[in-house]
């Protein structure tokens, strides 16, 4: 009667969370997508409309021009004026002052857009920047649509002439005392470091998480959420995961909503960084194979003690190592002695039914594993 008891006070226990593990039935609060993927064209043809911004790296690596003038004339068309203007709706002419990337002899662009949100370009006195794809046909057009998707640079030459030095030399950019600069040199750095096997990639570069949360403030510069763009771009890359659809935020958020998202996937990765070095003391600690199965089985062998407090202490321990002990728990539902067997019957069923604790949006981390190579064994010291 009492070991019927201890079942049912343990299944308790356990679907409660006291052991920090859930039964599988309990329901998910986040819901784990997978990273995005880089937006890709072909060569002449503009990066398809995303739903969300889209960074301006991946904008600049994909254009064939990057032009900056005075906006000379702004049109928009009504859809559907022409059969060959059903996807275009709206053109700006430039007159060019530079050519930041490619080449362009002509004085004055023409460049052509599918959406209606470029906005109106009345300012005599600013300088604008474009990143165009150019056609077979030579005609220009924005290599990303606005308003999300980068084609137009809403902060003008000074941050394009960042980006670019970036995208020059990222390992140099990444040492500048420049946000942006840094920032961007951060992205690209990620994007190479991931593209290498596992295998061979070298220790990541130091401080990248502190420069990419960082990145996740930077309306705090006055930049927009392009640039924004790059670092949870980068950080969903890095941890396999969506970090924007694990906190529900939508792709235009005004400046409170920045910082909140900005506050919830810092704190995340705070937590993370706790799990991963109290993982590291586990296993730090964590007896060897060979002494782990004579521990687990000194356990089982306790299951069939004549006295319940022994039987219900080997219980409590088992369910606490979990998985780990499970297929010698399963090997022993076999045994001889009746108690063990039955005993092994229920924990085997009950371990199988644990998994890690599923995390609410306020308590979740990144994963382990992927984490690893980004947490020091303690954080620095502040600067005084």
């Known amino acids: 009667m009492k070991d ?15 052991t920090g593990r859930t039964v599988a039935s309990e329901p998910e609060d986040v819901v784990i997508k997978p990273a995005p993927k880089r937006a890709v064209a072909r060569k002449g043809e503009p990066l398809p409309a995303s739903q969300r911004h889209v960074p ?7 254009c064939d021009l990057v032009l900056a003038g005075k906006v000379i004339n702004q049109i928009f068309y009504q859809p559907g004026v022409s059969i060959e203007q059903k996807e275009v709706l709206g053109r700006v002419d430039l007159e060019v002052q530079r050519v930041l990337r490619g080449k362009y002899a002509n004085k004055v662009a023409r460049i052509v857009h ?27 057009r924005l290599a990303g649509e606005p308003p999300l998707g980068g084609g137009y640079v809403s902060e003008g030459l000074p941050l394009m002439e960042k980006l670019l030095e970036a995208a020059r030399d990222p390992a140099k950019g990444y040492q500048s005392k420049d946000f942006a600069v ?5 992205y690209r750095l990620t994007r190479a470091w991931l593209s290498t096997p596992a295998k061979d990639r070298p220790a990541p570069p130091p401080g990248l998480m502190k420069t990419l949360l960082g990145g996740l403030r930077a309306y705090q510069h006055r ?11 980068a950080i969903s890359a890095l941890f ?14 005004k400046k409170g909503r920045r910082t909140k998202f900005a506050n919830d996937v810092t704190a995340a990765w705070e937590r993370t960084k ?26 089982i062998e306790k299951l069939g003690s004549d006295n319940f407090r022994e039987r219900e202490a080997a219980r409590y321990a088992l369910v606490r190592i979990g998985r780990p002990a499970l297929k010698q728990v399963r090997e022993s539902t076999k045994s001889e002695n009746p108690r063990v067997a039955s005993g092994c019957r229920l924990l085997a069923m009950l371990i199988s039914q644990l998994r890690d604790f599923r ?26």
């Open 4 to 18: 019927a008891l201890f079942v049912f006070a343990l299944s308790v226990v356990v679907s409660v969370g006291v």
């Open 56 to 62: 301006y790296e991946d904008v600049l690596d994909h």
């Open 114 to 140: 599918g959406t209606a949100y470029l906005g109106k370009m009345s300012d005599a006195k600013r300088v604008y920047v474009f990143l165009c794809v150019q056609g077979a046909d030579g005609k220009l």
């Open 182 to 186: 840094k920032l961007s040199s951060a």
């Open 223 to 233: 930049l927009s959420q392009n640039v924004e763009a790059a670092s949870w771009h």
């Open 240 to 253: 396999d995961c969506d970090i924007k659809s694990i906190w529900e935020y939508p792709p235009e958020m």
């Open 274 to 299: 706790t799990s991963v070095r109290e993982r590291r003391v586990e296993r730090a600690n964590r007896p060897k194979p060979a002494k782990f199965r004579a521990e687990v089985g000194a356990l």
């Open 359 to 384: 995390p609410t949006k306020q308590s979740y981390r990144f994963n382990l594993d992927r984490a690893e190579p980004f947490v020091a064994d303690k954080d620095p010291e502040p600067a005084e």
